[in-house]
């Protein structure tokens, strides 16, 4: 999944008033009863533009608050908008959007139930909503939302997305490949839905329809990194490892922080052989990420290539230390045992590795252990 829903607040933009006041005091002067009747009306009608001048100078400082990131000013300019011009709908929309910002889900969630029970067919709120569940990880309230969002309107390319993730989330990878197409179908540049329908994709084992998805998101913005990542485990997958170091160096290169994808590229130097190439590259992930227990696994297992054995247990027990169900781990840790003669310990570490549902876990123990 990528990082899409935490750019893509929806958010009502600037508003700028130009209405005039009405003055029309002159023409109905003295005109009898009649006159002020309709005087008093076209007073009403300037206090009421004039209050909604003043909203509007209330809620445009608070996005201007909300694009600087001063979110609990921006609340507090909305809340004046509202006092000044209570029917201010994007003003309550706004509120629940910002207290989303704060990753204050139940306050936000609030704010936009309250918005729905007077407009039950705003679009808007639904969505919004339905992001705020999704953040807080309620995915079965943020469907229900997002399929409201599209009953409301059957072109909502972002109500599609985030079902398409829900979908995934829970390995519907087929449904999550549905929803993403119709996210594509009425946004047809949305280069997060390619990526992503990429991902269900190489879920469903359809690797050459991924690696086009990502191409195409690559295409649309070539600075997403998770792309060049993805498609370079699909090229890893079938075997085109030249092309999965491209894509991985790639990725490393936007994104100098990117861990995944620097043990990534030190898996792909494994596979080629380069053993002293992967190590160096498992560094960089482990020097990002010291707690990264899939680079130490796999640094340790290269070293063991290396007859690098005590340094390689060295890398396991740290996997072990930080993650004590880890099962490769073990079965890796007991390999370098027994390449040392430790074979009580390998057969521990092998059969931890069998109670974890590691295969080659339970067959080494069985085989070379069990008798």
């Not at 508003?15 to 029309?24: A, D, G, M, T």
């Not at 398409?164 to 490949?177: A, C, H, M, P, T």
Request: glycine share 4%; aromatic share 16%; charged share 25%.
């Amino acid at each position: 999944m990528s990082n899409y829903f935490k750019q893509h607040i929806r958010f009502s933009r600037l508003v700028v008033c130009v209405f005039p006041l009405l003055s029309f005091g002159e023409l109905l002067f003295a005109q009898g009863k009649q006159s002020e009747e309709v005087q008093d009306s076209i007073s009403a009608y300037n206090t009421n533009f004039a209050k909604k001048i003043e909203a509007d100078k209330m809620y445009n400082t608070g996005v201007e608050d909300f694009g600087a990131k001063k979110y609990h000013e921006a609340i507090r300019n909305f809340k004046r908008a509202i006092e000044i011009y209570p029917d201010y709908k994007n003003a309550y929309l706004n509120i629940g959007t910002a207290y989303m910002e704060l990753k204050d889900y139940e306050k936000s969630i609030s704010e936009f139930n309250q918005f729905i029970i007077s407009n039950p067919n705003f679009v808007s709120a639904y969505y919004n909503r339905g992001k705020a569940y999704f953040l807080s990880a309620n995915y079965n309230l943020a469907y229900l939302d997002f399929e409201k969002a599209i009953t409301l309107d059957s072109t909502h390319s972002n109500a599609y997305y985030y079902s398409g993730l829900i979908d995934f989330l829970n390995e519907n990878y087929q449904s999550s490949k549905e929803n993403y197409t119709l996210a594509i179908k009425y946004q047809p540049n949305f280069a997060y839905a390619f990526n992503d329908r990429g991902s269900a994709n190489r879920k469903l084992g359809e690797l050459e329809n991924a690696i086009s998805d990502y191409s195409k998101s690559l295409e649309l913005d070539s600075t997403l990194a998770f792309s060049f990542n993805n498609r370079g485990s699909c090229h890893k997958q079938l075997t085109n490892l030249d092309k999965a170091i491209t894509d991985y160096s790639q990725a490393v290169q936007l994104d100098p922080n990117y861990y995944i994808a620097y043990n990534n590229l030190g898996s792909a130097f494994y596979e080629q052989g380069n053993y002293q190439e992967a190590i160096a590259e498992f560094d960089r992930a482990l020097k990002i990420k010291p707690d990264y227990t899939y680079a130490l696994n796999n640094r340790g297992y290269t070293k063991v290539k290396l007859a690098l054995h005590l340094k390689a247990i060295k890398d396991f027990d740290k996997a072990i230390a930080l993650d004590s169900n880890y099962g490769y781990a073990y079965l890796n840790r007991g390999i370098a045992k027994e390449l040392i003669r430790d074979h009580t310990g390998a057969c521990i570490d092998w059969e931890k590795a069998k109670e974890l549902g590691v295969k080659n876990g339970k067959i080494f123990f069985e085989q070379d252990c069990n008798k």
